[in-house]
């Protein structure tokens, strides 16, 4: 199974990069995650410069398609030629986004029925597309997640483990990368956000 993480230029690197990072703790068992660009080499908000490992056209092929944040994400969603690179399709995928990435989603359509998570920052723009959005970190309906908050982003990839390949894998990555002494406490709050986020409205 194969996750495109979608970076930008003026990418957030806590986005693309705790979730591209956690995911890739579970390369053994067939899930692996690629940072996928539009352009050859993308360059952070804090000018850090990455050569993208797949194009934007991958995405077509992924299970799992997880849309970045940046700077420069309403310039993203200002630009029909981009957009029409990224034919998400929530029917055969999973889909997520972090922070202002939720702009990505509401742009191509997959909001209309959803509330959303973003960052405060990116809030009032996602609201002025008609998307309701949670005072809360995390929310997923079906095959669609949001995240808000650079720190989320470990919330959306647990998401996608626990999805793809049960909540035992989830936990074995969690405890692996928690704080020494925070172990238990990492793995429960971010399975625990999950949790919430997924049956928030049901």
């Keep these: 199974m194969q996750v495109a993480v979608v970076t930008f230029d003026g990418f957030n690197e806590l986005d693309s990069f705790i979730a591209s990072a956690l995911i890739n703790r579970c390369r053994k068992d067939g899930l692996e995650a690629f940072i996928t660009t539009p352009t050859a080499v993308v360059t952070s908000m804090n000018g850090v410069e990455v050569t993208g490992q797949r194009p934007l056209e991958f995405v077509g092929e992924a299970e799992v398609v997880l849309v970045g944040s940046g700077v420069k994400a309403r310039d993203v969603v200002a630009d029909d030629r981009l957009i029409s690179r990224l034919p998400l399709d929530p029917a055969r995928q999973l889909i997520g986004a972090q922070c202002s990435g939720a702009l990505v989603l509401a742009r191509l359509g997959l909001l209309e029925s959803m509330p959303a998570c ?26 669609i997640a ?34 020494v002494g925070e172990n238990r406490r990492t793995v429960e709050r971010a399975l625990g956000a999950v949790r919430a986020g997924e049956t928030a409205l049901r």
Excluded: K
């Excluded at 720190?151 to 990368?177: H, K, P």
């Design 146 to 179: 949001t995240a808000g908050g650079c720190l989320a982003s470990q919330y959306l990839a647990t998401w996608v483990i626990t999805r793809t390949l049960g909540e035992d894998a989830a936990r074995g990555v969690l405890d692996y990368v928690a704080p």
């Design 118 to 143: 973003t960052d405060r920052t990116s809030r009032p723009f996602v609201e002025a597309r008609g998307v309701t959005v949670l005072d809360t970190p995390f929310h997923a309906e079906g095959n």
